[in-house]
């Protein structure tokens, strides 16, 4: 249940090596200013961005921001946010590949425009092109076994599954699933979306994921500086403790402190 | 002659006979960004030899903020 994945604890993606097990959005800070403060503060090891036509939101496109992710010197995760069919997902991540010049993706294919819920169906398919085409695809799922289990075997050599839908911060909604693709895949795990608390970050960790990426749960702080700091703390305390390795819990109570030799132990009157 | 097309859902004329590389000349997109005609990704290589016809579909797209 604790093993340790590697030797110098270094997170590791289609061999690449990444000191921080924190990936962060880029999306919905304050200002540009703010975003690059909170990267600062919280040393993601990749940060995230998308593909939009010129001009469909000037605040948040164009030049300026491709400047800051210069500036930021971390990897860039390239998305394909929006997404609802394999085509548009294809087409996407080759379009990004170009502009960010990276093979890294996060493949999003959206099933459903209320929830967000991936198409877990295509994905596999969007996943195991991409790969032939020479991606490394980082597949955003759910927390289902068998798909992530089929991801795996069209050579996806980590999954990214959802702990909520994204953008609610409700937490790991099915900590059993969670736990159980610990338990039964040896790829890393990197719990993807619905992280509202560093606590729900600590807690993915615990259970032995590899990695939390995240965005809103940062952005939309009133301080999302302190928040960027407070999420990369707990993502390596989790770690940390997953490593360390937990007691066994139970039901009877047991005095920590030894009562051999207590003055008053069990005095009557 | 002309050829009508759409150019980041825009309607567009262009000279018979354009390329992908005429239509961003019209554009004049900040790089950096990429291409695709009909949801196929055009790589920059071969924007010369592109052409477009009446109907197609040029999306340009560009880096945005995302999660």
Known sequence: MNATPHSDDALVLYGQRFQSRLLLGTSRYPSPAVLEAAVARSKPAMVTASLRRQGSNAAETGSDFWALLKRLNVPVLPNTAGCMRLQEAITTAQMAREVFETPWIKLELIGDDYTLQPDTLNLVEAASILIKDGFQVLPYCTEDLVLCQRLVDVGCQAVMPWAAPIGTGRGPVNPYAMQTLRERLDVPLICDAGLGLPSHACQVMEWGFDAVLLNTAVALSPDPIAMAGAFADATAAGHAAYRAGTMQAQDMAQPSTPVLGTPFWHQSN | ?67
């Open chain 2, 1 to 67: 002659m002309t050829l009508q097309i759409l150019l980041n859902n825009q309607a567009t004329a262009l000279p018979e006979g354009a390329t992908v590389a005429v239509a961003l000349a019209q554009l004049q997109p900040r790089p950096p960004f990429a291409v695709a005609v009909n949801t196929v990704f055009v790589p920059k290589g071969q924007y010369e030899s592109c052409h477009l016809k009446t109907g197609d579909k040029l999306e340009v797209i560009s880096p945005i903020t995302g999660g």
